[in-house]
C-alpha cells in the first residue's frame, strides 16, 4: 500500500491503487516496482504542491524611514522565523532600501526546503533518482525527510514523511498543484506513461 497522511480524496486514493494493478497486468512490473513507481509520482505531485519563498525576507522601515543625520542611515525591521518558533523582528540599519537587501539578514538561505524534502524522498524511494542537493541542505533533508518502506513478500508498503516544522504551511492553497490534488496528479501521471507504453507497443 502507499501510505499518504494527507486528507486525500478516497477516490484518488482508488484511482491510483488502479494504476499500481494495471502496472502489474498491463506492464508486467512486480508489486515492488508498481508500489515504488506509485510512490515516486506521489512525492513528485507533493514537491510541486510545495510554494518556494522569495529570495529575500519581508522588511519594515522603522519611524517612517527617517534619515538619522549622524551616519546617513535609516532604520528597519526584518521578519525573521526560527523552526516552530513565531517570527520575530529583528532590528537593522542601512543607508537605504537597496544597502539593506545586500545583507546577509535579508537572504533566506534554505528557500524551497519543503519542496526539496519530498524530491529527497523521491531519491530514498527510487535510489537511482538524482536530487540535485549537497551540503548542509543534504544533511538537513536526510534527517527530516524519511521513507519507510517494505518491498518483499505480503503487505508492502511504502510511506513517506517530510519532517519539516513547517511543511503543512509551504503547501500551495490554490491553483492547480496542490496537496489536496497531489494523488489524483500522481495516478493521472501513471494513468499516461501507462497508456503511451500500451500504445508503442502494439505500433
Given at each position: 500500500m502507499i501510505d499518504v497522511q494527507l486528507q486525500a480524496n478516497p477516490a484518488d486514493m482508488a484511482s491510483l491503487r488502479r494504476q499500481i494493478e494495471r502496472a502489474q497486468s498491463s506492464l508486467g512490473k512486480d508489486m515492488a516496482e508498481a508500489l515504488t513507481w506509485a510512490a515516486w509520482s506521489v512525492a513528485k505531485t507533493l514537491g510541486t504542491a510545495s510554494k518556494i519563498a522569495p529570495k529575500q525576507r519581508e522588511y519594515k522601515l522603522v519611524d517612517g524611514g527617517k534619515l538619522d543625520k549622524a551616519d546617513?542611515?535609516?532604520?528597519?525591521v526584518v521578519k525573521v522565523w526560527r523552526q516552530k518558533a513565531s517570527p520575530r523582528w529583528v532590528f537593522?540599519?542601512?543607508a537605504s532600501v537597496a544597502e539593506l537587501k545586500a545583507q546577509s539578514l535579508m537572504q533566506i538561505k534554505r528557500r524551497g526546503l519543503?519542496?526539496?524534502?519530498w524530491m529527497w524522498c523521491i531519491k530514498k524511494v527510487r535510489r537511482s533518482a538524482s536530487v540535485a542537493v549537497a551540503g548542509p541542505v543534504a544533511g538537513?533533508?536526510?534527517?527530516?525527510?524519511?521513507?519507510?518502506k517494505k518491498l518483499t513478500g505480503r503487505d508492502q508498503y511504502v510511506s513517506m514523511t517530510n519532517g519539516l516544522d513547517y511543511a503543512s504551511e509551504a503547501f500551495k492553497q490554490d491553483g492547480d498543484r496542490t496537496a489536496a490534488n497531489a494523488v489524483e496528479r500522481?495516478?493521472?501521471m501513471m494513468e499516461h506513461t501507462i497508456d503511451d507504453k500500451l500504445k508503442k507497443a502494439v505500433k
Open positions: 546617513g542611515k535609516k532604520s528597519f537593522t540599519r542601512a519543503a519542496q526539496k524534502a538537513i533533508l536526510a534527517k527530516t525527510a524519511t521513507v519507510d500522481a495516478a493521472g
